[in-house]
C-alpha cells in the first residue's frame, strides 16, 4: 500500500481522535459551568399531534454546463403514535450551473407566490442544491403551519436558521403563523458542528457529563446554540433541538415531552420517529436516478435527439472508462 496513502490515513484519524475528546465531560461542565439541575427531565406524553418535514435531493447528470439534481420533499403526520397522512412532493429536476437562477425563481415561485429577494452563488455546488432542497422543505412547512390543527408540533430536520438568505423571511413566516395559530415549532440536528471550546462538539459532551453526573435520560439542556437533548432511556446519541426565540419554560417542555414520545422506535431508539418517517419517504434512490435518466432518454427521443445527441451533451465517459 502507498506510502503517502496511509500517511494520509494517519492524518485523518488523528483528527477524529483530536476532536472526540474522549473523557472531556467534566471538563465540558466546568468550562461552561454547568450544574447538574441545568439538565431537565422530559415527561413524554403521547397525545400531541406531530407534523415532520424533510427533503432529499440526489445528482442525475453532471455535464461542462450544468448538473442535473432531482428533489423531492416528505411530510408526514402522527396522532397517537401513529401516521395520520403523509403528503408526497412529486419529483422536482433542476440545473445547477447554467440555468439555475431561473429553475430557482420558478421553484421558489410555485411555493411562496413571489422570486427570491437572492440569487444563487455562482460555483458553488452544494449550496445551490441545499437551496433547491430548503425550498421544497420550507415550502410544505408553509403549508404545514397554515393547516395543521392548533398544538400541533411542526418539526423540522435541520436547524431553525436559513442557510441561504432568500429563505430568512420564510422562516419567520413560518414561526408567525405557528404563534398565531398555536402550534409548536422545533427543529433537530443530526449530526451538529456546534463545539464548547473550538474543537469538541458539544452534543457528546453534555451526553458524557449527564453520565458522569448520573442524570438518566430523557433529558434536555439550554446551551448557547439552543438545546441538548437526549430523548428515550435507552438511548445512545443526544441531538441538538433548535426553537423560537421567546418560548416560554412551559412551551419548551411540551416540545421536549413531544420529542420524546415519538423517540422509542427499536430501530432508531431515541431519534423521533416522524423524522425518521419523512426521511425515510422523501430519500431518492439510486434505482429511482436511473429511472429519472431512463425518462430524460425517452423525451429525447419525442424532439428527434437520438442517443448520439443525447450523449453529447449529458453523457458521461467515466460509465465508459467503470465498465473496465
Request: hydrophobic residues 40%; aromatic residues 10%.
Amino acid at each position: 500500500m502507498n506510502g503517502t496513502y496511509i500517511q494520509d490515513l494517519i492524518r485523518v484519524v488523528a483528527e477524529i481522535r483530536r476532536r472526540r475528546g474522549e473523557g472531556d465531560g467534566e471538563s465540558f461542565l466546568s468550562a461552561k459551568q454547568i450544574q447538574k439541575a441545568d439538565f431537565i427531565p422530559i415527561t413524554p406524553a403521547a397525545d400531541r399531534p406531530v407534523t415532520a418535514i424533510d427533503g432529499s435531493n440526489a445528482t442525475v447528470y453532471s455535464t461542462p454546463f450544468f448538473n442535473l439534481i432531482v428533489c423531492r420533499g416528505a411530510m408526514p403526520g402522527y396522532q397517537d403514535q401513529k401516521r395520520s397522512s403523509l403528503r408526497l412532493t412529486s419529483w422536482r429536476i433542476f440545473r445547477i450551473g447554467e440555468g439555475q437562477d431561473e429553475d430557482y425563481i420558478e421553484l421558489y415561485s410555485d411555493y411562496f407566490g413571489r422570486a427570491p429577494d437572492a440569487g444563487l452563488e455562482t460555483g458553488n455546488t452544494l449550496a445551490a442544491e441545499a437551496a433547491f432542497r430548503d425550498t421544497i422543505e420550507y415550502g410544505l412547512a408553509v403549508i404545514a403551519a397554515r393547516e395543521s390543527k392548533p398544538g400541533t408540533l411542526l418539526l423540522l430536520d435541520g436547524a431553525l436558521y436559513a442557510e441561504h438568505s432568500s429563505h430568512t423571511a420564510i422562516l419567520e413566516e413560518i414561526k408567525g403563523i405557528c404563534r398565531e395559530r398555536g402550534l409548536l415549532l422545533a427543529a433537530v440536528t443530526k449530526n451538529a458542528g456546534a463545539t464548547w471550546d473550538g474543537v469538541h462538539p458539544i452534543v457528546p459532551a453534555a451526553m458524557r457529563a449527564a453520565g458522569e453526573l448520573g442524570i438518566r435520560p430523557p433529558w434536555y439542556l439550554r446551551i448557547e446554540e439552543g438545546y441538548v437533548a437526549c430523548l428515550h432511556p435507552r438511548a445512545e446519541r443526544a441531538f441538538l433541538v433548535t426553537l423560537p426565540h421567546g418560548y416560554s419554560e412551559e412551551e419548551v417542555a411540551a416540545v421536549f415531552s413531544a420529542l420524546a414520545s415519538y423517540a422509542g422506535d427499536g430501530r432508531v431508539v431515541g431519534y423521533p420517529y416522524p423524522l425518521m418517517d419523512a426521511h425515510r419517504q422523501a430519500v431518492i434512490r439510486s434505482d429511482q436516478v436511473h429511472r429519472i435518466r431512463h425518462d430524460i432518454i425517452a423525451g429525447c427521443s419525442t424532439q428527434s435527439i437520438n442517443y448520439d445527441g443525447y450523449e453529447e451533451i449529458l453523457g458521461d465517459y467515466h460509465d465508459e472508462l467503470n465498465r473496465y
